[in-house]
């Protein structure tokens, strides 16, 4: 699908991927090649660096975005199941059609 379909098809959200990651393993290797890469071919993606402001309840925000995506990318890593904040994150997830029911 090129980029200008893939934008124009997708119906009004915020976001259309969640990159969920565990940022000391790969922000500044695959995660920022992926996201880059996303970016170019149209879609509107979001990570947890760029994706909130400062002093925002940041579990609000991203409940927030998982909701309205079109869909999560995990990046497994070494220490990934060693966050409680990525496995809440893909639990999350997970369950995006359970969150408004």
């Not at 090129?2 to 290797?29: I, M, N």
């Not at 970016?39 to 993606?45: P, V």
């Not at 990046?75 to 496995?87: E, G, T």
Request: hydrophobic share 35%.
């Amino acid at each position: 699908m090129k980029s200008q379909e893939a934008s124009s098809s997708v119906s009004p959200c915020s976001y259309h991927v969640f990159l969920s990651f565990r940022g000391e393993d790969t922000r500044k290797t695959f995660t920022d090649h992926l996201y880059i890469a996303l970016g170019q071919a149209g879609f509107h993606t979001f990570r947890d660096d760029d994706g909130l402001e400062k002093g925002e309840d940041i579990k609000s925000e991203l409940l927030k975005a998982i909701r309205e995506l079109r869909i999560s990318i995990i990046v497994f890593s070494k220490n990934y199941a060693s966050s409680s904040w990525c496995l809440e994150e893909l639990v999350m997830t997970s369950n995006v059609g359970l969150l408004d029911t």
